[in-house]
């Protein structure tokens, strides 16, 4: 039992890391990215509600009070 606990350490102390790039030096232009994608956002919201967020996004527009509370 023993030595399957340190065949298991030797071998966690000599992997080599894994090297990533980030997509941007600023954290926050990429932080929270794929958390509530659009298909996140059709699978929860009404179907009225994705359309109007939808169009918001895609033409760049700020959203009503009226909408934004839906």
Do not use: C, W
Not at 6 to 34: H, I, M, Q, W
């Amino acid at each position: 039992m023993a030595e399957l606990r340190f065949s298991a350490l030797r071998e966690v102390f000599n992997r080599k890391a894994v090297e990533t790039v980030p997509p941007s030096p600023v954290v926050s232009k990429y932080f929270g990215a794929d958390v509530f994608n659009l298909h996140k956002m059709e699978h929860y919201l009404s179907k009225e509600a994705f359309r109007i967020v939808k169009r918001a996004i895609e033409e760049s527009k700020s959203l009503t009070r009226n909408e934004a509370d839906q």
